[in-house]
């Protein structure tokens, strides 16, 4: 059975930092790209970042330089570190995994989901 499971969200005030995990489990995700959604209240899902089978990385602009991502294939994780983070940024943030080896709209395996919270 194959799950992701997010950790790491909070409750942080505006300027601070979050950094969070995703545990995939199931089976073996090297080959797929990994990768971060986010939805706010009353919002649409939408594309936060991703990481590839071979390690390139692409961000929404609207977190680029502010958040980072990063994957332990020995160990099925994918980070995302935030940093300078806004209120805009509160959202529930899902992990996702695709297949395709870079991340679309439609990944095959999606986490809960954890929220973050950013208080200005």
């Known amino acids: 059975q194959v799950q992701l499971v997010e950790s790491g969200g909070g409750l942080v005030q505006a300027g601070g930092s979050l950094r969070l995990s995703c545990a995939a489990s199931?089976?073996?995700?090297?080959?797929?790209?990994m990768g971060w959604f986010r939805q706010a209240p009353g919002k649409e899902r939408e594309f936060v970042a991703a990481?590839?089978?071979?390690?390139?990385?692409s961000f929404a602009a609207s977190v680029k330089g502010r958040f980072t991502i990063s994957r332990d294939f020995t160990k099925n994780t994918v980070h995302l570190q935030m940093n300078s983070l806004k209120p805009e940024d509160t959202a529930v943030y899902y992990c996702?995994?695709?297949?395709?080896?870079?991340?679309?709209?439609?990944?095959?395996?999606w986490g809960q989901g954890t929220q973050v919270t950013v208080s200005s």
């Open positions: 996702a995994a695709d297949r395709a080896g870079v991340l679309t709209t439609s990944p095959n395996y």
């Open positions: 199931g089976r073996t995700f090297s080959s797929y790209a």
């Open positions: 990481i590839s089978w071979s390690g390139s990385t």
